[in-house]
């Protein structure tokens, strides 16, 4: 039995048809069944990563685990229980979501708890797995109504580039990490094949829907603002800010090979843009 976290994320709605493919059982942890549609090969599981009986309920007579939950202030201790809770079950695997550019010493929060939790997985004795995405091609949805409404993407990145990678890639590995041997004690940081900058994307965009569309660069403050108030928590506005510093020096565009070398390509972006150009449609 394999316990699967996350699975109503972006990286676990493309993990649900592999689950379905597969011969292995699984459980997934969910806040809602209602609100999955299980395969016959999984079972629903209600619960939360805050509850923490729940969790260790989930874990019993589970044989690895994919840990995905979200990140804010605080978290980092839930990640930490959850992992001790896998190795008081018995747990022999636990594949865990983390990011791109985890450590201790970052200026993003954000990457300084996933260190946090990542050391904790590596020091706990448990045989681990360590996912590192970068920025995900979804996040992009969210500039669709701005491209809509005024043609435009707004950022604060600069010209920096970013090796985008889709949600299902992601999903791609973990599945691989989770059902095939091979991937124990490895950290995989996960990026798409190529690095675009964002006035590349409204490039890419501009061609698709026929019409121009622009990338607008922002003073950090100034994004951080519109961020802040389109509802936007101060700590992740702080983040993001950060971000795009980083990726605005350049620190963001390298690109890792483990897609390709697990999955035998990663999608690209153009692919992306197609795939989803309804959105950003009028």
């Known amino acids: 039995m394999i316990l699967i976290t996350g ?10 048809p592999l689950l379905a493919s597969s011969t292995e059982k699984f459980r997934l942890l969910v806040r809602d ?71 201790a010493n970052s200026p993003v929060q ?32 969210g500039s669709a109504a ?20 889709d949600a299902a890639d992601i999903a791609g590995v973990a599945f691989k990490a989770l059902t095939t ?17 964002y006035a590349e994307v409204a490039a890419k965009l501009s061609s698709l829907l026929g019409k121009p569309v622009k990338y607008v660069n922002l003073p950090h403050e100034q994004f951080k603002a519109a961020v802040v108030s389109a509802g936007v928590p101060e700590w992740l506005a702080s983040d993001y800010v950060a971000m795009n510093q980083a990726t605005a020096a350049g620190f963001m565009a390298p690109v890792a090979p483990a897609v390709s070398q697990l999955l035998g390509r990663a999608r690209t972006l153009d692919q992306f843009l197609t795939a989803h150009l309804g959105a950003f449609k009028a």
């Open 7 to 16: 699975i109503t994320g972006k990286i676990g709605q493309n993990l649900l």
């Open 181 to 197: 041997p091979g991937h124990e004690g490895k950290i995989y940081p996960l990026t798409g094949d190529v690095a675009h900058s």
């Open 146 to 165: 701005t491209v809509k409404g005024d043609g435009v993407i707004y950022g604060s990145s600069g010209e920096g580039k970013v090796p985008f990678i």
């Open 33 to 103: 069944p209602s609100k999955v549609k299980a395969p016959a090969n999984a079972e629903l599981f209600k619960g939360d990563l805050s509850d923490a009986a729940s969790v260790s309920a989930a874990m019993q007579g589970v044989s690895k685990a994919f840990l995905v939950f979200g990140s804010f202030p605080g978290s980092a201790k839930l990640h930490d229980d959850a992992i001790d809770a896998a190795k008081k079950a018995g747990v022999s695997h636990v594949v865990r979501l983390s990011v791109n550019g985890a450590d």
């Open 110 to 141: 954000l990457a300084r708890w996933h260190a946090q939790s990542d050391a904790h997985l590596q020091a706990s004795g448990l045989t681990w797995t360590i996912l590192r995405p970068g920025a995900f091609m979804q996040n992009l949805l």
